[in-house]
């Protein structure tokens, strides 16, 4: 968990959304450190306590998930959630640990005011039930660290973001 100093000097989060490929890259994150300004957490299964971490009025924030979209196994996504304003309520909070990134975003603008801009990283996952990481997955670690400190550089810096296909 980042200190209270942390939490007050962060202006984009990265969240590991899932217990797979999001932990995996937020501890590969941890060990190479973020631009200032930044800092990863891991939120896997704890929606409720990322609602209000993104509605503390960061700049910015960088999701990281397994995301399935028909491509192989360790294809990368940068994504750019959109909610719609008039979409349905999440569920109430006892219902937190499996909300879709849209559906975190809602909580969060219920909560208070949401980042500037959130993009969504998904890896691909193996299709069917797996524990752990494949080796493709795995193999995508690399190059999704180098792409999400990219992503944090261009929110810190008011860069625009490459972005790649429509909201999740």
């Known amino acids: ?18 217990r ?4 995996a890259l937020v501890a590969r994150l941890a060990a190479e450190p973020l631009p200032p300004g930044a800092r990863a957490e891991d939120f896997a299964g704890r929606a409720d306590l990322l609602a209000p ?27 750019e959630p959109h909610p719609a304003p008039d979409g349905p309520e999440p569920g109430p909070p006892l219902a937190t640990t499996a909300l879709t990134p849209v559906e975190l ?17 998904g890896c691909e996952p193996e299709p ?18 180098l792409l999400v400190t990219a992503l944090v550089t261009a929110l810190l810096e008011g860069q625009p973001l490459p972005l790649a296909g429509g909201a999740p």
């Open 128 to 145: 069917g039930p797996t524990r752990g990481l494949s080796p493709r997955v795995q193999a995508a670690l690399e190059d999704a660290a």
């Open 1 to 18: 968990m980042a200190t209270r100093l942390e939490k007050q000097t962060t202006r984009v989060l990265v969240a590991g959304l899932d």
């Open 53 to 79: 971490a993104l509605a503390a009025g960061l700049e910015g924030a960088v999701l990281v998930d397994a995301h399935g979209r028909g491509g192989e196994p360790g294809t990368l996504y940068v994504l």
């Open 20 to 23: 797979a490929f999001g932990r």
């Open 105 to 121: 975003l809602r909580l969060a603008a219920r909560l208070g005011p949401c980042p500037g801009r959130v993009v969504l990283v």
